[in-house]
């Protein structure tokens, strides 16, 4: 199958971030570029670039959950060839803070909103887009959208200037089925709009359901190396970089990153396929209780945790 | 997609002896057939059929890879659904060391063999057919198969008395349209015969492998509690339990299980996706050399690592 179309977008420090409240080092992230970008990566996501004023608790988080220009350059004095994105939240950026493309180093900017704030979202997408930046807007939570709002949500979608639109699998829940579903309904009805695909592995099928995504027209491609990413985490770059056909990609430079950075990283931090977050997966529902079970003492109680996540009361 | 003709073949004790040379108490394996048959599971492969009489250093393995008949009544005094399996090997097995099915408790004998050995497999298979026994045959390293033997074998295989012919992805290489690419070939060869798979997570795709499979007809789904087996593990028995549609099956029964034993068992003992199984995967080679590396002082060195393995000398 050809996907040599596919654009890989590296999101390990963003969605990473969520995991070790972005406590990576300076090191980390210098080495981190300099293996995508030995590895032919497209983008990397370098992190957040919402406003601390906006945010509480903010002071505890390291420097990539808000991205100022001056450290960027700091960090990466010499670009290579991968370009830099950087993602924002809806009522959590200050768009005065962004300064035109081409005075940052940032190419890309991407709008996460949930559908109901979709019109928000491409506000946001309009002003980037003013500013020079490649865009993209991506609709979490999709598994919970029910077709209506997301009809109209496209309507609005077709007539803005979005670049690309991504469909964004929040809980882990969906299989290839599901994605083929999702990626022709996008094609259908937005035939002017590049898609982009963002998974999470808590039913071990973000690997295969991106692939899917590819082999259907699917351009962005969103991973992780080592799949480093809230809860579950997400498609592990490095299986992207060896297994996408007719690609520039290189695998060996994400091997030399995984042995000096991740495996401590991943002794320090968890991520990945666990239990609870297989009963959040299967369930269609926000990691957020199973990140707060395996918090507490009660961690390897599973059982419990799934009758509990089962009990009906106040569901109807 | 329908998959109500699946029938979920548990091989937990037998793949994952491979992992801690059959290191498993009788509790365990009770508590497991015990999960197994409350979840609805069809088939427990307890273990291997081989004869100790047959294989060097066979005293250190636990009795999981020696069945005995006397044994086996004591493990499992009183029986339920599930119906119970072994796996033989080729050259290892006394074939009079089994008994009739009438006087055994096992239900399925299961024949691995490479693709050079399919004959005297077969010959095995009629035996234990005879015998009274459910019967597999299990094709192993299919990714390594000329064309021209597996459609001598098919030939062979067509008239054999064989209920169920497996497609086992040994090395963990093969995706979705790998497997779409065996399963219609299998079909179109084998319209007799009904279809079974055992996949391996080296890339991460055993579970959707397995699916993608079982959506196009096959029916014996080889999988493993939390994945344990030999390298990279197997698809996970649990994923199954919650994932196929139309099914009778349960998943609470397995996460007791895994509450109790596998979260131990998997700090004792080492299996599923790390980065060298990933390489002899993507180089559609066997794990030993991957297992031999994380045997070593040298385990997380994976950049030398995958240069050893792409280094064509002597492979011209």
Redesign the interface.
Same mark, same amino acid.
């Given at each position: 199958?050809k996907t040599n179309h596919c654009k890989i977008v590296d999101c390990t420090v963003r969605d990473g971030g969520l995991v070790n409240n972005w406590d990576f080092s300076v090191e980390f992230v210098q080495d981190l570029y300099a293996s995508l970008n030995a590895a032919g990566v497209d983008y990397m996501e370098i992190g957040y670039k919402n406003s601390p004023k906006l945010m509480k608790g903010s002071e505890a988080a390291g420097p990539w959950r808000f991205l100022n220009e001056d450290f960027l350059n700091k960090v990466i004095p010499n670009k290579g060839d991968t370009k830099l994105s950087a993602l924002v939240d809806i009522g959590r950026v200050d768009e005065n803070d962004i300064l035109p493309r081409s005075e940052s180093l940032l190419d890309l900017i991407r709008v996460a909103c949930y559908i109901k704030d979709v019109d928000k979202g491409l506000d946001l997408v309009q002003k980037f887009h003013d500013l020079g930046y490649e865009t993209t807007i991506n609709i979490m939570a999709l598994s919970n959208v029910m077709d209506n709002d997301l009809v109209e949500a496209f309507q609005m979608i077709k007539e803005s200037p979005v670049d690309v639109v991504y469909i964004v699998d929040s809980y882990g829940s969906l299989?290839?089925?599901d994605f083929k579903f999702l990626v022709e309904k996008f094609q259908e009805h937005l035939p002017n709009k590049r898609l982009g695909v963002h998974t999470h592995?808590n039913?071990? @099928?973000?690997?295969?359901?991106t692939? !899917?995504a590819a082999?259907l027209g699917v351009e962005l491609l969103d991973a992780s190396v080592y799949g480093m990413g809230r809860g579950a985490g997400n498609c592990?770059t490095? @299986?992207l970089l060896?297994?996408l056909k007719n690609t520039k990609y290189h @695998?060996?430079p994400s @091997?030399?990153f #995984?042995?000096k950075h991740m #495996?401590t990283m991943r002794e320090k931090w968890e991520w990945g396929y666990l239990?609870p977050y297989? !009963?959040t997966g299967?369930l269609d529902e926000h990691p957020r209780s199973a990140m707060s079970l395996l918090a507490s003492p009660d961690r390897?109680? *599973?059982?419990e945790f *799934?009758?509990r996540m089962m009990t009906p009361e106040g569901s109807f």
């Amino acid at each position: 199958m050809k996907t040599n179309h596919c654009k890989i977008v590296d999101c390990t420090v963003r969605d990473g971030g969520l995991v070790n409240n972005w406590d990576f080092s300076v090191e980390f992230v210098q080495d981190l570029y300099a293996s995508l970008n030995a590895a032919g990566v497209d983008y990397m996501e370098i992190g957040y670039k919402n406003s601390p004023k906006l945010m509480k608790g903010s002071e505890a988080a390291g420097p990539w959950r808000f991205l100022n220009e001056d450290f960027l350059n700091k960090v990466i004095p010499n670009k290579g060839d991968t370009k830099l994105s950087a993602l924002v939240d809806i009522g959590r950026v200050d768009e005065n803070d962004i300064l035109p493309r081409s005075e940052s180093l940032l190419d890309l900017i991407r709008v996460a909103c949930y559908i109901k704030d979709v019109d928000k979202g491409l506000d946001l997408v309009q002003k980037f887009h003013d500013l020079g930046y490649e865009t993209t807007i991506n609709i979490m939570a999709l598994s919970n959208v029910m077709d209506n709002d997301l009809v109209e949500a496209f309507q609005m979608i077709k007539e803005s200037p979005v670049d690309v639109v991504y469909i964004v699998d929040s809980y882990g829940s969906l299989d290839h089925n599901d994605f083929k579903f999702l990626v022709e309904k996008f094609q259908e009805h937005l035939p002017n709009k590049r898609l982009g695909v963002h998974t999470h592995n808590n039913m071990q @099928l973000a690997f295969s359901n991106t692939l !899917v995504a590819a082999e259907l027209g699917v351009e962005l491609l969103d991973a992780s190396v080592y799949g480093m990413g809230r809860g579950a985490g997400n498609c592990p770059t490095e @299986l992207l970089l060896t297994h996408l056909k007719n690609t520039k990609y290189h @695998l060996r430079p994400s @091997l030399g990153f #995984i042995q000096k950075h991740m #495996i401590t990283m991943r002794e320090k931090w968890e991520w990945g396929y666990l239990i609870p977050y297989l !009963v959040t997966g299967t369930l269609d529902e926000h990691p957020r209780s199973a990140m707060s079970l395996l918090a507490s003492p009660d961690r390897d109680k *599973y059982e419990e945790f *799934y009758d509990r996540m089962m009990t009906p009361e106040g569901s109807f």
